[in-house]
Protein backbone atom coordinates (compact mmCIF):
# COMPACT_ATOMS: atom_id res chain seq x y z
CA UNK A 1 0.00 0.00 0.00
CA UNK A 2 1.34 3.37 -0.53
CA UNK A 3 2.50 5.11 2.47
CA UNK A 4 4.36 8.22 2.85
CA UNK A 5 6.05 9.75 6.08
CA UNK A 6 7.15 13.16 6.19
CA UNK A 7 10.41 14.57 8.68
CA UNK A 8 12.20 17.14 9.33
CA UNK A 9 9.96 20.14 10.54
CA UNK A 10 10.62 21.46 13.91
CA UNK A 11 11.52 25.00 15.20
CA UNK A 12 13.08 27.86 13.79
CA UNK A 13 13.53 31.53 14.01
CA UNK A 14 12.36 33.70 11.20
CA UNK A 15 15.65 34.26 8.39
CA UNK A 16 16.32 30.77 9.09
CA UNK A 17 16.18 27.24 6.80
CA UNK A 18 14.72 23.83 7.44
CA UNK A 19 14.66 20.89 5.39
CA UNK A 20 11.76 18.54 5.09
CA UNK A 21 12.24 14.45 3.34
CA UNK A 22 9.10 12.14 2.66
CA UNK A 23 9.84 8.76 2.61
CA UNK A 24 7.57 7.06 0.05
CA UNK A 25 6.91 3.04 -0.57
CA UNK A 26 4.17 1.08 -1.70
CA UNK A 27 4.12 2.18 -5.40
CA UNK A 28 7.16 3.26 -8.07
CA UNK A 29 7.62 7.11 -7.00
CA UNK A 30 9.53 7.82 -9.94
CA UNK A 31 6.45 7.38 -11.77
CA UNK A 32 4.37 10.37 -10.17
CA UNK A 33 4.22 13.88 -9.86
CA UNK A 34 5.09 14.76 -6.12
CA UNK A 35 4.29 17.77 -4.13
CA UNK A 36 4.37 19.49 -0.84
CA UNK A 37 1.43 21.15 0.45
CA UNK A 38 0.61 23.38 4.05
CA UNK A 39 -1.74 23.97 6.60
CA UNK A 40 -1.99 26.58 9.19
CA UNK A 41 -4.01 27.00 11.91
CA UNK A 42 -7.42 27.96 11.13
CA UNK A 43 -6.93 28.43 7.31
CA UNK A 44 -7.30 26.43 4.19
CA UNK A 45 -4.40 23.35 2.93
CA UNK A 46 -2.47 24.76 0.40
CA UNK A 47 -0.12 24.08 -2.93
CA UNK A 48 3.66 24.83 -1.95
CA UNK A 49 5.35 22.95 -4.56
CA UNK A 50 5.07 20.38 -6.83
CA UNK A 51 7.65 18.37 -9.03
CA UNK A 52 6.75 16.24 -12.11
CA UNK A 53 7.65 13.33 -12.83
CA UNK A 54 10.77 11.95 -14.99
CA UNK A 55 8.08 10.45 -17.52
CA UNK A 56 6.14 13.28 -18.15
CA UNK A 57 7.02 14.10 -21.87
CA UNK A 58 6.48 18.08 -21.37
CA UNK A 59 7.70 18.36 -17.65
CA UNK A 60 9.93 15.80 -16.94
CA UNK A 61 11.48 16.81 -13.30
CA UNK A 62 10.47 20.32 -13.76
CA UNK A 63 8.93 21.85 -10.66
CA UNK A 64 6.33 24.62 -9.59
CA UNK A 65 5.74 26.96 -6.79
CA UNK A 66 3.61 28.84 -4.95
CA UNK A 67 4.20 32.62 -5.63
CA UNK A 68 4.70 33.58 -1.69
CA UNK A 69 7.53 31.16 -1.57
CA UNK A 70 9.03 31.11 -5.29
CA UNK A 71 13.00 32.04 -4.55
CA UNK A 72 12.98 30.85 -0.93
CA UNK A 73 11.60 26.88 -1.08
CA UNK A 74 13.55 24.21 -3.47
CA UNK A 75 11.48 20.66 -4.25
CA UNK A 76 13.87 17.68 -5.37
CA UNK A 77 13.31 14.03 -5.48
CA UNK A 78 15.99 11.14 -5.30
CA UNK A 79 13.98 8.58 -7.57
CA UNK A 80 16.85 6.03 -6.28
CA UNK A 81 15.50 6.48 -3.08
CA UNK A 82 12.25 7.48 -3.31
CA UNK A 83 12.47 10.26 -1.46
CA UNK A 84 10.50 14.27 -1.91
CA UNK A 85 12.37 16.81 -0.49
CA UNK A 86 11.38 20.50 0.49
CA UNK A 87 14.83 22.79 1.55
CA UNK A 88 13.31 25.92 2.74
CA UNK A 89 14.92 28.81 3.25
CA UNK A 90 14.79 32.55 4.60
CA UNK A 91 12.02 31.07 6.38
CA UNK A 92 8.75 33.54 7.36
CA UNK A 93 6.47 33.44 10.40
CA UNK A 94 3.54 32.90 7.38
CA UNK A 95 5.45 29.88 6.56
CA UNK A 96 4.22 28.29 10.16
CA UNK A 97 2.04 24.98 9.50
CA UNK A 98 1.51 21.56 8.84
CA UNK A 99 3.42 20.68 6.12
CA UNK A 100 2.42 17.42 4.04
CA UNK A 101 3.93 15.64 1.23
CA UNK A 102 1.32 14.48 -1.27
CA UNK A 103 1.67 12.17 -4.73
CA UNK A 104 -1.16 13.63 -6.65
CA UNK A 105 -2.29 11.30 -8.58
CA UNK A 106 -4.99 9.90 -6.24
CA UNK A 107 -4.28 12.05 -3.58
CA UNK A 108 -2.17 10.12 -1.37
CA UNK A 109 -0.97 12.29 2.11
CA UNK A 110 1.49 11.83 4.80
CA UNK A 111 0.74 12.24 8.37
CA UNK A 112 2.20 15.69 8.36
CA UNK A 113 4.99 17.47 9.81
CA UNK A 114 4.91 20.48 12.02
CA UNK A 115 7.06 23.64 11.15
CA UNK A 116 6.99 26.26 13.31
CA UNK A 117 8.21 29.94 12.33
Known amino acids: HVQLVESGGGSVQAGGSLRLSCAAS????????MGWFRQASGKEREGVAR?????????????TYADSVKGRFTVSRDNAKNTLSLQMNSLKPEDTGVYYC???????WGQGTQVTV
Open 26 to 33: GYTFSDYC
Open 102 to 108: VRISMGY
Open 51 to 63: IWSHASPTYADSA
